[in-house]
């Protein structure tokens, strides 16, 4: 699976910014698409995730009613549309997928095998 993710940029303090991030390859109804973000000098970060089959989706709590994860399957395409943005927010955003947990782990990057090559989202004050 190969993943392409897009759509960061630099955006004002209370913005918005939708990224979307393409898979290409095998795709299962046992995916989890995940959304992280890596700001300098921390820990990857679990944003949100939602499973490839169905509507339920998950939120850390730092994003949760700001931000919203959706999936297109036909066009094999998830969405993290981010709303009233604050400069914490800035960081590399990735996309993954992984297959082997079920929605188990969607939160623990280490289950993730397929990762994007990242877009950076810069919120200024």
């Known amino acids: 699976v190969q993943l392409q993710a897009s759509g960061g940029g630099l955006v004002q303090a209370g913005g918005s910014l939708r990224l979307s991030c393409v898979a290409s390859g095998r795709t299962t109804s046992n995916y989890v698409m995940g959304w992280f973000r890596q700001a300098p000098g921390k820990e990857r970060e679990f944003l949100a995730a939602?499973?490839?089959?169905?509507?339920?989706?998950r939120y850390a709590a730092s994003v949760k009613g700001r931000f919203t994860i959706s999936r297109d399957n036909a066009e094999n395409t998830f969405y993290l549309q981010m709303n009233s943005l604050k400069p914490e927010d800035t960081a590399v955003y990735y996309c993954?997928?992984?297959?082997?947990?079920?929605?188990?782990?969607?939160?623990?990057?280490?289950?993730?095998?397929?990762w994007g090559q990242g877009t950076q989202v810069t919120v200024s004050s």
């Open positions: 993954a997928v992984e297959d082997r947990s079920g929605f188990s782990y969607y939160s623990d990057h280490s289950y993730y095998d397929y």
């Open positions: 939602i499973l490839f089959s169905g509507r339920t989706t």
